[in-house]
């Protein structure tokens, strides 16, 4: 038995005492990812329970991981970037910095110690975020992709709202955890399809990943999940906070309505075990698939190397991405992994094409 199953069993209980099982995020019309009550991926279901949650917490085992070390280095990114030029800052695990058109845009920000509904216990940093959040410029917009506690952070969201007032734009349900935590604050919501303008030429689309969401075991999928395609005129930039590869369709769907894409940020990390990571968490080969399907834009790796969230060692992401685009006979260089405080200026199409 894993030595910390009775920890891990206690934690399940008071997360199943925590919200009660009538907690409604969102309220509207059945379609066909929403059946009243409750979302779901489109024409396919993630099939594991609570069972299966304590199934895999009984039998899991770890790969190694190292303690908390400091970074070699850290970013402080410029006040703007103006024009067409942009600047990606990777803060670590799915938390990036982006700047283009003199806007400062976050996704997923996490600046938390633990990944964790408690500050006392769960998933904790490997490394501190590769950003310090005084060193962050003036921040106009954030985008959360779901409300798993790796990606809603309600503390640092309420640190940006207390300081910089951006807008905050989350999937449809998600409005009603951040309202509850953080007393005025202003939170916009779509479903997938919808669209946001954000800036002159600047639009924000809400599109499908394969996903689910919950803060506790009795509110699972009582809010939406999404992916993020950010339209600018130096080119699309994709943002899969997380996902698992079903069959491929999320993909191939943003290829043809917003290709080419300038940047794709994919998630490869946490997918061990796989009978019960694999719906919800794409695989190394599988996020390579996912790049074929999107037509091979250039690509940051995200969702690995800063919290402890599955069985995966702390380096495996990043040599079995090695593996599959060796036998995707695809260029070394196609996805480009950052440590945390890493800076990537990124080409626009434009830039691409002269190349």
């Keep these: 038995m894993n030595t910390n ?42 099939h594991k329970s609570r069972w299966d949650l304590l199934r895999w917490y009984w039998t899991r085992e770890r790969g190694p991981w190292p303690e908390f070390s400091p970074l070699a280095a850290t970013d402080t990114p410029p006040a703007r970037v103006q024009g067409d030029a942009l600047r990606l800052s990777y803060v670590g695990h799915v938390s990036v910095l982006l700047q283009t058109r003199g806007l400062n845009i976050l996704l997923d920000p996490h600046w938390s110690d633990r990944a964790s509904p408690f500050t006392w216990a769960g998933p904790r940093r490997a490394h ?50 951040l309202e509850k935590a953080i007393p005025g604050i202003e939170v916009e919501t779509r479903d997938w399809g919808g ?11 809400f599109e499908p990943m394969h996903h689910w969401s919950a803060r506790s075991l009795w509110d699972r999928n009582r809010a939406l999940w999404a992916a993020f395609v950010i339209d600018t005129p130096g080119g699309p930039v994709y943002f899969v ?95 480009r992994p950052l440590a945390p405080g890493g800076v990537w200026e990124v080409e626009g199409l434009a830039e691409r094409a002269q190349d």
């Design 241 to 335: 906070g997380d996902s698992g590869y079903g069959d491929g369709d999320t993909f191939r769907a943003v290829a043809r309505k917003h290709g080419p894409l300038r940047l794709a940020i994919l998630p490869i990390g946490d997918y061990d075990p796989r009978w019960f990571m694999q719906e919800a968490h794409m695989n190394p080969a599988e996020a390579v698939q996912a790049w074929e399907h999107l037509g091979r834009p250039p690509t940051l790796p995200v969702h690995f190397g800063m919290f402890q969230l599955a069985d995966t060692a702390y380096d495996q992401s990043l040599r079995d991405l090695e593996v599959a685009l060796r036998a995707a006979s695809a260029p070394a260089d196609s996805f």
């Design 5 to 46: 199953t009775p920890f891990l069993l206690a934690l399940l209980f008071i997360l199943a005492m925590q919200t009660s099982c009538t907690t409604t995020y969102y309220s509207g019309a059945k379609n066909d990812h929403f059946d009243g009550t409750r979302f779901h991926n489109q024409g396919k279901i993630v």
């Design 128 to 177: 501190p975020p590769g950003i310090a959040f005084a060193d962050l410029p003036p921040i106009d917009l954030v985008l959360i992709s779901h409300n798993h506690y790796d990606h809603l952070d309600v503390a640092t969201v309420e640190q940006l709202w207390q300081r910089d007032r951006p807008r905050i734009l989350v999937p449809l349900g998600n409005d009603a955890i």
């Design 195 to 205: 669209q946001i303008t954000v800036a002159p030429e600047v639009v924000v689309h």
